[in-house]
Structure formats: structure tokens, C-alpha cells
């Protein structure tokens, strides 16, 4: 497990991201979008080859290959031959790149208005209720999972616009070990928190160890832990994503792929009309304190145990002495009155 950005996310291009990022400390990049001014998946073989050799120059990898891929709602045949194709330019970006997860979707992508939080009129079109429409889906996408199988990708699906039920029930129906949850934790929060949950232990609890287990990877978005992008439209806030529970988890299940910053402050502040100077500064800006914030919930103990890592933390107690420096020891040296008039 370990961090990672979102090649996109600073709105700078790839050759002038590396550099930031190598001096944040960071070792991997997931290629989305701004490579050469494209998708990734827009490049020909020799930019492709020159991405590889930007990422040897800084001594960095590809975290995941970010992909749009089976981004639409049940296609026709065209549009499954067109995300079929699209296929094989992932292969080829992956052979060359080296890395062998991929962020996709899977034919389910219906219109909701809040990204995967059910409206109680949505509640009937949940894909876990609709048998004939899951039989609908798993057929449709099993070229594309075959396809990835036959050669070693594994592909792992964001609840975007889905619910993590959803993608369970689309795994489970699928059974190929190379397919996997894109676990992007706000979303799965925000989620969380329409069904009345939030506040509930045990349900929470079991709902970060069912998503760990299935966790190819985690997205991490600004609007979960950075102040000024937790208030909404609305004039109320967002939901506060509990990631020392959810990466501590990640790593006691043992997930092995990135934890990917997808920070969307760009999204934030265009619709402020701040500066194209300004804006860099304070994408760049946000994106460092997502990173900070998130390295402070890591955990860097060893093997912990999974229910422990899911519940939460119990309430630090107070402690008025915390702050205030020790100005006088007693030294119990266990050897009498007698040895002790000897030593000093």
C-alpha cells in the first residue's frame, strides 16, 4: 500500500507534474488525463515510451492506469465494440508502463444526481434488485473481464454513481479474481451517511472491512478532510471521511495497490473564477494538505487487527500535563540506602 496522485490533479501537464510530486515525496502517479495534454489512452506507442522514460528519469511508477472504460449506462453493440477496442489500448499503455491495475467501470452507470447516494425514488433501480438486469450486465462486460484475465490486468471498478452493494453483487455474480473495488471513500461516506449509518459502529465497522477485502486501490478526495471543500452548495458540509479507520484496514487486509489522491480542487474553484496563477497555487496548495492529511492517517504499525483497524478510535483522553515539560525525576536505583550513597 502506498500513495499516489492523480496525473491530472495539479492541472499542470506530465512533464511538469513528476518534479512536484518527486518533491512531496511521492514515488507513483496514476495516469488519467493532461499527459502530453490527453488521456493516456490517447497515446501512440512512442509517447508511451517517453511517459516510461519521464517516470525512470524521476525514479518514479505508475500507481494505476486510470481509465474511463466501460463508462456507459447499457450499450448497444457499437458502443461495446468501441470500449472493447479501447481495450487493447490499455493493454498496450500497460506492457509499456508496466503496471497492471486499471481503474474502469462495467456497463452501470445510471443517471443519479449524487453520485451513488440513493434517492428513496431511485431505490427500485438499485442493480441489486434487478436480477435479469445484473444477468444483462455481467454478459455484457464478459468479453472485456476475459480479455483482461487472458492478459494479466487487474481491473477494479469506482463506486461512482454505483453503490458499493452494487459492485458486490457484480463481483460476486462475475467470480475472476482479477476483478476488484476501486474504493473511492468519499463517495462510499457520502453513502454511508444517505443511509443513516454514520453514526451506527457496527454497521460502519463491517462496511470498511467488506470494502477493504475487496479494495484494489483508494481514491481520496479533498472535500472528506480539507476544511474550506467540505462546505457544500448548500451552505452546509460535507461528510468527514474517517481514513485512519479506512487505511488502517486496507493495510491489516493487506491491500497491496495505491491509495491515490483525486484531491478535485479544480473542480472547486473554477466555478469561483479565481486567476489561472492564483488557481495553481491553491490546487497545488490543497493537494499537499490532502497528502498531509493522509500521511498522518497512515498506519505505519505492523499487521493490526482488522476489526481494531474498523472500529472507531476510543477518545483521547484528557490530559492536562501533556504540554507541560517534566522539570524533576526520581530515579529508583533498586540497590538500598546503602549502594545508594555509594554511587552518588
Known amino acids: 500500500m502506498y500513495l499516489s496522485v492523480l496525473s491530472d490533479e495539479l492541472c499542470l501537464d506530465f512533464p511538469e507534474t513528476l518534479p512536484v510530486l518527486k518533491g512531496w515525496g511521492v514515488d507513483h502517479v496514476d495516469l488519467r488525463n493532461r499527459i502530453f495534454g490527453r488521456s493516456f489512452t490517447d497515446l501512440d506507442d512512442k509517447e508511451l515510451s517517453l511517459v516510461r522514460s519521464l517516470l525512470d528519469e524521476h525514479g518514479m511508477k505508475v500507481g494505476c492506469l486510470q481509465s474511463y472504460l ?53 431505490e427500485g433501480g438499485q442493480l441489486t434488485e434487478n436480477r435479469n438486469t445484473l444477468a444483462r450486465v455481467v454478459e455484457d462486460f464478459l468479453p472485456i473481464a476475459e480479455r483482461a484475465r487472458e492478459v494479466g490486468l487487474d481491473l477494479v471498478f469506482e463506486n461512482c454513481d454505483v453503490t458499493p452493494p452494487e459492485i458486490f453483487a457484480f463481483l460476486d455474480a462475475m467470480d ?30 463491517e462496511s470498511i472491512i467488506v470494502c477493504a477485502k475487496r479494495a484494489g486501490c483508494v481514491h481520496a478526495k479533498g472535500r472528506g478532510s480539507i476544511e474550506k471543500m467540505m462546505r457544500n452548495p448548500e451552505g ?31 473542480n472547486y474553484i473554477n466555478n469561483a473564477g479565481i ?23 497512515w498506519p505505519f504499525a505492523a499487521g493490526s487487527n482488522v476489526y481494531q483497524s474498523a472500529r472507531p478510535k476510543p477518545p483521547k483522553p484528557d490530559r492536562p500535563y501533556e504540554n507541560d515539560p517534566v522539570r524533576f525525576v526520581v530515579v529508583g536505583l533498586g540497590m538500598g540506602h546503602l549502594r545508594s550513597r555509594e554511587v552518588i
Open 70 to 122: 466501460a463508462k456507459t449506462h447499457l450499450p448497444d453493440a457499437a458502443g461495446k465494440k468501441t470500449e472493447e477496442d479501447g481495450l487493447e489500448r490499455i493493454i498496450t499503455a500497460a506492457e509499456i508502463l508496466d503496471c497492471r491495475l486499471v481503474r474502469s467501470f462495467f456497463y452501470w452507470q445510471p443517471a443519479r444526481k449524487h453520485h451513488g447516494r440513493i434517492l428513496p425514488k431511485e
Open 176 to 205: 475472476m479474481p482479477n476483478l476488484g473495488l476501486a474504493w473511492d471513500a468519499w463517495f462510499w461516506w457520502d453513502w454511508i451517511e444517505g443511509q443513516g449509518l454514520a453514526e451506527d459502529e457496527d454497521a460502519t465497522t
Open 236 to 266: 452546509g458540509t460535507y461528510p468527514s471521511v474517517p481514513y485512519e479507520r479506512v487505511l488502517g484496514t486496507c493495510k491489516a487486509v493487506g491491500m497491496k495497490g495505491p491509495v491515490s489522491l483525486e484531491t478535485g480542487y479544480h
Open 275 to 297: 486567476g489561472d496563477r492564483d488557481e495553481l497555487r491553491q490546487i497545488s496548495e490543497n493537494s499537499l494538505q490532502l497528502l498531509t492529511c493522509l500521511r498522518h492517517s
